[in-house]
């Protein structure tokens, strides 16, 4: 659990407080309606003292559909033992305990005095809940489902001993009684009708998502008394029933005919499909609920909400996606910006890396016409949901460094590239998306330059060119790259990464010796290293224009920088040669952490369209001997600060995170395995004593 108060538990419990209000003032007069006698079962159910395994087993499973856990559990607490902290604009209420503990928890409950309370609000001693527990759709679940839950949360759960925290809430809106008001005018508290113009199929969707899934708590818009406007198709409102909603900073997304049941099926099950990945509390949803439903009733909840009539049906992706790169990629900042700090997770063609990373193209998070989780996102970051699909977490890290215009810049060209064609963001949304967020800022002193502003510069074309050339070097200098390795795939984005090999300042230390070469060497015999040796290519001609805009975008990274100065974050750090590399555990890390990128056998990973998206790490396609990256503790470095991406918030890749055993461990692995040789190896150190890692 997240200690973190989502979107989905500020929004009930903001529509909470706001309730009180609306209850203190109008509910003077209605205090009556506390003293009304508890509901009684009408099949007279008590709690059996042996409960039936099979019985235990159902309420289990409801229990998941409600998502009980998410809002009883607190982060690194017992399970339904309550306490989460849950924020409103009038103070912090605590959920509680739903344990059978019959001190702190429910344990003295009847079945009738539950029923009451999930149906209408009111707990045992008559005490009226806050809205935020969703008592209106879990209304809708049948006695027989009732009474699972009921019989699961009694003899299911072990009782843990964890007293309920008082509220922090003050006058007015702590009078609790006052809410019957509001539950007189809002509350439906019959159970769920089925559609007998529906099939079976239908009708149980139609059960899950109005009742015990509560989809509507966050989908469907509110009303003047902060009341759900529809619970359900039906009605004069019914069509805007899970039609998408303002939740806090988040656009709660329109669920009505939004794609195939496949696909829907596939997003519920592990959290992501060929159109989107969820971000926010839905991944909480998704990991403590939706992951454990069957099949029948995932099917049933996407057969329902495909139903749904919608101003804007599913057509399947746009027509006129680009599965090139968007012409305007290079021409305007945020292509630049995008290409610089996005496109190494979400690809120059938007498609993203599937099982990994999603795509924009098509996502409707990106199309949407209120972009505030788009915005979200870039600020405050992002997690793919845990689930027994995709057990491996990958973390977008905030982009909360970068400015207002930047980042308005960026979301904009991503909100108009590959088929989306949804409006621009200004730079004061984004202020004012910042403002409410208030997000974490990367503090690093590592100077991040800004691509972007290439295009400010005289010679903008060949600075673009020089840029290009390192992030797709394989595909536009096919006759000099042997491999399918690009410049970037050790200098990550584009050479602005701290200790990510970056080309800040570099070119100020040229022309310098080279112990490998025994010589001096310029900027330009060191380009051609790369290209001989992690390339396995052939040498640019020094005086030829690729190789003059390459040095091009090398100097504008040099800023001020002279050849005494020592460069933040220059190389790839160092690592500790005294560390002894174990090579087995090197192949168990490999298959844990770098697999999914790179291959189960160090192939690389490439797209449906087979370009690469990740590179091989061994095999003809990959750096020769020769290579500084073929050197263990050169790639141990590398490795230890800069791999995995997506590992965790460390801006801009959420880079790195092995321990230093670790990443010497994993570089002894692959370095080891087969590559292709280097012709030149035997003028290598001719002067100087060559390293201790050496290939050859």
């Given at each position: 659990?997240?200690d973190?108060?989502?979107?989905?538990?500020?929004?009930?419990?903001?529509?909470?407080?706001?309730?009180?209000?609306?209850?203190?003032?109008?509910?003077?007069?209605?205090?009556?309606?506390?003293?009304?006698?508890?509901?009684?079962?009408?099949?007279?159910?008590?709690?059996?003292?042996?409960?039936?395994?099979?019985?235990?087993?159902?309420?289990?499973?409801?229990?998941?559909l409600?998502?009980?856990?998410?809002?009883?559990?607190?982060?690194?607490?017992?399970?339904?033992?309550?306490?989460r902290?849950l924020?409103?604009?009038?103070?912090?209420?605590?959920?509680?305990?739903?344990?059978?503990?019959?001190?702190?928890?429910?344990?003295?409950?009847?079945f009738?005095?539950?029923?009451?309370?999930?149906?209408?609000?009111?707990?045992?001693?008559?005490?009226?809940?806050?809205?935020?527990?969703?008592?209106?759709?879990?209304?809708?679940?049948?006695?027989?489902?009732?009474?699972?839950?009921?019989?699961?949360?009694?003899?299911?759960?072990?009782?843990?001993?964890?007293?309920?925290?008082?509220?922090?809430?003050?006058?007015?809106?702590n009078?609790?009684?006052?809410?019957?008001?509001?539950?007189?005018?809002?509350?439906?508290?019959?159970?769920?009708?089925?559609?007998?113009?529906?099939?079976?199929?239908?009708?149980?969707?139609?059960?899950?998502?109005?009742?015990?899934?509560?989809?509507?708590?966050?989908?469907?818009?509110?009303?003047?008394?902060?009341?759900?406007?529809?619970?359900?198709?039906?009605?004069?409102?019914?069509?805007k029933?899970?039609?998408?909603?303002?939740?806090?900073?988040?656009n709660?997304?329109?669920?009505?005919?939004?794609?195939?049941?496949?696909?829907?099926?596939?997003?519920?099950?592990?959290?992501?499909?060929?159109?989107?990945?969820?971000?926010?509390?839905?991944?909480?949803?998704?990991?403590?609920?939706?992951?454990?439903?069957?099949?029948?009733?995932?099917?049933?909840?996407?057969?329902?909400?495909?139903?749904l009539?919608?101003?804007?049906?599913?057509?399947?992706?746009?027509?006129?996606?680009?599965?090139?790169?968007?012409?305007?990629?290079?021409?305007?900042?945020?292509?630049?910006?995008y290409?610089?700090?996005?496109?190494?997770?979400?690809?120059l063609?938007?498609?993203?890396?599937?099982?990994?990373?999603?795509?924009?193209?098509?996502?409707?998070?990106?199309?949407?016409k209120?972009?505030?989780?788009?915005?979200?996102?870039?600020?405050?970051?992002?997690?793919?949901?845990?689930?027994?699909?995709?057990?491996?977490?990958f973390?977008?890290?905030?982009?909360?460094?970068?400015?207002?215009?930047?980042?308005?810049?960026?979301?904009?060209?991503?909100?108009?590239?590959?088929?989306?064609?949804?409006?621009?963001?200004?730079?004061?949304?984004?202020?004012?998306?910042?403002?409410?967020?208030?997000?974490?800022?990367?503090?690093?002193?590592?100077?991040?330059?800004?691509?972007?502003?290439?295009?400010?510069?005289?010679?903008?074309?060949?600075?673009?060119?020089?840029?290009?050339?390192?992030?797709?070097?394989?595909?536009?200098?096919?006759?000099?790259?042997?491999?399918?390795?690009?410049?970037?795939?050790?200098h990550?984005?584009?050479?602005?990464?701290?200790?990510?090999?970056?080309?800040?300042?570099?070119?100020?230390?040229?022309?310098?010796?080279?112990?490998?070469?025994?010589?001096?060497?310029?900027?330009?015999?060191?380009?051609?290293?790369?290209?001989?040796?992690?390339m396995?290519?052939?040498?640019?001609?020094?005086?030829?224009?690729?190789?003059?805009?390459?040095v091009?975008?090398?100097?504008w990274m040099?800023?001020?920088?002279?050849?005494?100065?020592?460069?933040?974050?220059?190389?790839?750090?160092?690592?500790?040669?005294?560390?002894?590399?174990?090579?087995?555990?090197?192949?168990?890390?490999?298959?844990?952490?770098?697999?999914?990128?790179?291959?189960?056998?160090?192939?690389?990973?490439?797209?449906?369209?087979?370009?690469?998206?990740?590179?091989?790490?061994?095999?003809?396609?990959?750096?020769?001997?020769?290579?500084?990256?073929?050197?263990?503790?050169?790639?141990?470095?590398?490795v230890?600060r800069?791999?995995?991406?997506?590992?965790?918030?460390?801006?801009?890749?959420?880079?790195?995170?092995?321990?230093?055993?670790?990443?010497?461990?994993?570089?002894?692995?692959?370095?080891?395995?087969?590559?292709?040789?280097?012709?030149?190896?035997?003028?290598?150190?001719?002067?100087?004593?060559?390293p201790?890692?050496?290939?050859?």
């Open positions: 659990m997240n973190d108060v989502s979107a989905k538990h500020r929004s009930r419990w903001r529509t909470a407080g706001a309730l009180a209000v609306v209850a203190a003032v109008a509910g003077a007069g209605i205090f009556w309606w506390v003293v009304t006698p508890p509901r009684v079962d009408e099949a007279g159910r008590t709690l059996p003292e042996v409960a039936d395994p099979v019985l235990v087993a159902r309420g289990k499973s409801i229990a998941d409600g998502d009980c856990v998410a809002c009883h559990t607190s982060h690194g607490g017992t399970p339904m033992a309550g306490g902290p924020e409103t604009p009038f103070g912090v209420l605590y959920s509680t305990n739903i344990t059978p503990d019959p001190k702190t928890g429910i344990g003295t409950y009847s009738g005095a539950f029923d009451r309370a999930m149906r209408e609000g009111v707990t045992a001693d008559g005490t009226h809940m806050y809205p935020a527990m969703p008592y209106p759709s879990y209304a809708k679940v049948t006695p027989d489902d009732m009474y699972a839950l009921f019989v699961y949360l009694m003899k299911g759960v072990a009782p843990a001993t964890n007293a309920n925290r008082p509220s922090e809430i003050g006058f007015p809106f009078q609790r009684w006052s809410l019957a008001f509001w539950d007189a005018v809002f509350l439906d508290s019959n159970p769920f009708m089925a559609d007998a113009g529906k099939n079976e199929v239908w009708n149980r969707g139609a059960y899950l998502v109005q009742g015990l899934g509560h989809c509507g708590a966050c989908h469907t818009p509110r009303g003047i008394g902060f009341q759900e406007v529809a619970m359900s198709e039906k009605g004069a409102d019914g069509g029933f899970v039609s998408g909603a303002k939740v806090e900073e988040w709660a997304i329109n669920l009505r005919n939004l794609w195939t049941v496949a696909d829907t099926v596939e997003l519920l099950k592990t959290g992501q499909n060929r159109y989107a990945t969820v971000s926010g509390s839905m991944t909480e949803v998704i990991h403590n609920s939706t992951q454990n439903f069957s099949e029948a009733d995932l099917v049933a909840i996407a057969t329902y909400l495909k139903s009539p919608s101003d804007h049906p599913f057509e399947g992706l746009p027509p006129k996606i680009d599965k090139g790169v968007p012409e305007a990629m290079f021409t305007t900042r945020g292509g630049l910006a290409a610089q700090f996005c496109a190494d997770c979400h690809r063609n938007g498609a993203g890396v599937a099982k990994v990373f999603p795509p924009l193209a098509g996502n409707p998070t990106v199309g949407a209120d972009p505030s989780t788009l915005m979200h996102i870039t600020l405050t970051g992002w997690k793919t949901a845990e689930t027994k699909t995709y057990k491996r977490v973390t977008m890290p905030g982009f909360a460094r970068l400015g207002d215009d930047e980042i308005a810049e960026i979301v904009s060209f991503v909100r108009a590239s590959w088929g989306n064609t949804a409006a621009p963001v200004s730079a004061a949304q984004v202020k004012t998306a910042r403002a409410a967020l208030d997000p974490k800022v990367d503090t690093s002193r590592f100077e991040t330059p800004r691509i972007a502003n290439l295009l400010m510069e005289q010679n903008a074309q060949q600075l673009v060119r020089g840029m290009r050339l390192n992030t797709e070097t394989h595909t536009l200098l096919p006759k000099n790259v042997g491999n399918v390795l690009n410049c970037t795939s050790c990550l984005n584009g050479g602005t990464v701290a200790d990510g090999s970056p080309y800040v300042g570099v070119s100020a230390m040229f022309p310098s010796y080279a112990p490998r070469a025994g010589r001096e060497i310029t900027l330009e015999d060191r380009i051609n290293g790369c290209f001989l040796r992690s396995n290519g052939k040498p640019l001609a020094k005086d030829g224009d690729d190789m003059k805009a390459m091009a975008y090398f100097d040099k800023r001020e920088t002279k050849p005494e100065d020592k460069v933040e974050g220059r190389g790839v750090g160092k690592i500790s040669q005294t560390i002894k590399p174990d090579p087995e555990n090197g192949r168990q890390v490999y298959v844990t952490q770098c697999a999914v990128c790179h291959g189960q056998n160090g192939e690389g990973l490439m797209d449906a369209q087979g370009k690469v998206v990740y590179p091989p790490l061994w095999g003809d396609e990959s750096f020769n001997i020769g290579a500084g990256m073929a050197r263990t503790y050169t790639a141990g470095a590398f230890q800069n791999m995995p991406i997506g590992f965790h918030e460390r801006f801009p890749l959420g880079q790195g995170g092995l321990s230093d055993q670790e990443a010497v461990d994993v570089a002894e692995y692959f370095t080891h395995m087969p590559r292709p040789d280097f012709p030149g190896k035997a003028n290598d150190w001719p002067k100087d004593k060559k201790a890692d050496a290939r050859y």
